[in-house]
């Protein structure tokens, strides 16, 4: 299994600005992903952090709201540009298990992030 | 439009067996089903996967039905700390390729 940490574990920001969002992995792993879970709601895959590609983001997400940045195989940022009320949400990433898979993933704590 | 859809409660008792089913009409033929468990303020944490039939760990089982249009979760002799909220993720296909999607969690309550 993998250990990861996520920074900051909350926050809260005024409309208009931007929050960067770190992970770290304590091992090297191939997949990173990152989600969006709205309190009380299931997780949605925002995007597919490729180290030393651009990430592929899900339909619905795009990389001038959600910059993604996976300079190497342990750490990952997300931002969340021009932030407002409606980006209020828990923002989690992941890593893939055993054999660089998807479907056994390891979750982070999650960055909860409040928009005034 | 490929849905995947679980109960949104479910309540049991202390030692009683837990069967937590997710229906998902489209999949992707090659990939696995997933189960996930989730504390409050804590991620995710994976409890089963499975391709088809039977799999069993130490903590769980998973049954899927030859046509994987669902999938059951069953938890035996449930106790207090099972108390959480369960989803499957699934490979639903589209037109980009293969699309991760959670169900929408059962939150199951064990009472004493």
């Known amino acids: 299994s993998a250990v990861i940490s996520q920074k900051p574990s909350r926050d809260i920001c005024q409309r208009g600005t931007s929050l960067t969002i770190q992970c770290q992995v304590d091992?090297?792993?191939?997949?990173m992903f990152w989600y969006r879970q709205q309190p009380g709601q299931s997780l949605t895959l925002i995007a597919t952090?490729?180290?030393?590609?651009?990430?592929?983001?899900e339909s619905g997400f795009v990389i001038d709201k959600f910059p993604i940045s996976r300079p190497n195989l342990t750490f990952s940022t997300l931002t969340v540009s021009n932030m407002s009320p409606e980006d209020s949400s828990i923002y989690l990433c992941?890593?893939?298990?055993?054999?660089?898979?998807?479907?056994?993933?390891?979750f982070g704590p999650g960055t909860r992030l409040t928009v005034l | 439009l490929a849905k995947t859809t679980q109960p949104i409660s479910m309540d049991s008792y202390e030692g009683q067996e837990v069967n937590i089913t997710c229906s998902h009409n489209?999949?992707?033929?090659?990939?696995?089903i997933t189960w996930y468990q989730q504390f409050p303020s804590q991620g995710p944490r994976f409890i089963i996967q499975?391709?088809?039939t039977k799999v069993t760990n130490e903590v769980a089982s998973l049954f899927i039905p030859a046509d994987r249009k669902s999938s059951t979760l069953s938890l035996p002799r449930v106790s207090l700390s099972d108390t959480a909220v369960y989803y499957c993720?699934?490979?639903?296909?589209?037109?980009?390729?293969?699309?991760?999607?959670f169900g929408g969690g059962t939150r199951l309550m064990v009472k004493p």
């Open positions: 091992s090297q792993v191939t997949m």
């Open positions: 993720l699934v490979a639903i296909p589209n037109n980009a390729g293969n699309m991760l999607t």
């Open positions: 992941s890593v893939g298990g055993q054999g660089g898979g998807y479907n056994e993933q390891f």
């Open positions: 499975g391709y088809k």
């Open positions: 952090a490729n180290q030393g590609s651009e990430a592929t983001y």
């Open positions: 489209n999949i992707a033929t090659n990939d696995y």
